[in-house]
């Protein structure tokens, strides 16, 4: 998450329910940039473009979370076999 997420109560809420935060403070990620990393939500919204690219997931037509489901793993098999083809 990016620096507007950095706040006690997110993180609060972020502890309840088990997840682990990776939240930068303000001024982190320009101090990263200038050494040469790249951000680590990058991979997380390419991952996302990706699968925009299949319609039926970009717009939910499904009405059962299970078909949902289905078609989202699919997806994700499909852009896994694509990258080891294509790299």
Do not use: P
């Amino acid at each position: 998450m990016d620096a507007a997420y950095d706040s006690d109560e997110v993180r609060e809420i972020a502890q309840e329910f088990g997840y682990t935060t990776h939240i930068r403070s303000r001024g982190e990620e320009i101090k990263a940039r200038e050494a040469g990393k790249k951000a680590r939500r990058w991979v997380v919204e390419r991952t996302h473009s990706w699968l925009n690219r299949y319609r039926r997931l970009l717009v939910r037509w499904e009405k059962k979370a299970c078909n949902y489901l289905a078609l989202l793993h699919f997806a994700c098999a499909l852009i896994t076999w694509n990258q080891c083809l294509f790299g």
